[in-house]
């Protein structure tokens, strides 16, 4: 080839590049990638993280960094203090989700937290001031959990004497789990994590709902909480709700509409 032809072909990718830039830059000025928050996820009663294991699948197949921490379900001060503590250990933006107790948790801990963006309550607990777990999941009729507990006694490390509830095994599935299939229940039974009566019974202090934005699933096959309680607590926070036919461990059992909520959340208030 010519030293003119090849002057010349270079002279035309030259102008192409150029052109391609300058379109670039002009289709999208001012662009920055999205930088997706982390997702850090509260497990409640009688569970432990690896109940978010196929909703953590999802979140990182789409991209978020992922935190599932391990709620020490001893008191709900107390929790929620380990809760921050996990907070303040991830850079930059977050989006919280609890699931059951673990929303009486993350309403505790988040308050004041800039750096949390949203709330997901997750057939959860979102407590108002001066208002315990127990006490709203027997606000309305239909639960059925609390005469399948059984009461274990125990010393807690600095407050003495104590009460760990666990739920009967023979009747985990019925009561916390109905739409899972019994092999997987039959293991959560037996592996399931003790709370104490005292993190129940615990008055909330703070509300982080009512300064962060929340989304809300309400699980209406829930016979731990029912899901006239829930619709309560999400029309209060003013909470972007969905409603699934679902029981109780729905991380579990659907984990795809728990990540895609949580997604949802994610989307409209980071980026």
Not at 14 to 42: D, E, F, I, N
Not at 62 to 86: F, K, M, Q
Not at 92 to 113: K, Q, R, T
Not at 223 to 237: D, K, N, Q
Request: glycine residues 8%; aromatic residues 6%; proline residues 6%.
């Amino acid at each position: 080839m010519s030293r003119p032809l090849l002057g010349g072909a270079a002279a035309v990718a030259g102008v192409l590049t150029a052109a391609l830039v300058a379109g670039s830059a002009h289709a999208v000025p001012g662009h920055r990638p999205w930088v997706k928050p982390t997702v850090v996820l509260v497990h409640g009663a009688f569970a432990d993280s690896s109940s978010w294991n196929a909703v953590v699948r999802d979140l990182k197949r789409d991209g978020y960094p992922v935190v599932a921490a391990a709620n020490p379900l001893r008191g709900l001060h107390s929790d929620a203090e380990y809760l921050r503590s996990v907070l303040d250990s991830v850079q930059g933006p977050v989006v919280l989700a609890g699931h059951s107790y673990g929303g009486s948790v993350i309403s505790e801990a988040a308050d004041g937290d800039r750096d949390v963006r949203a709330l997901v309550y997750i057939a959860s607990f979102a407590p108002d001031r001066g208002e315990s777990t127990s006490g709203l999941a027997a606000k309305y009729p239909g639960g059925q959990l609390g005469p399948a507990l059984v009461s274990v006694p125990v010393t807690i490390a600095g407050a003495g004497a104590g009460t760990d509830l666990y739920i009967e095994q023979d009747q985990f599935r019925r009561v916390f789990a109905a739409d899972v299939p019994r092999q997987v229940t039959d293991l959560m039974a037996v592996t399931q994590r003790p709370i104490t009566s005292a993190a129940l019974d615990e008055p909330a202090t703070r509300t982080a709902w009512r300064s962060i934005r929340s989304w809300f699933l309400v699980t209406r096959q829930d016979l731990a909480i029912p899901a006239e309680s829930m619709r309560f607590m999400a029309g209060r926070a003013k909470s972007r709700t969905v409603e699934i036919d679902a029981s109780h461990a729905v991380t579990v059992s659907e984990p795809e509409a728990v990540a895609d909520l949580i997604d949802e959340a994610a989307r409209a208030t980071t980026r």
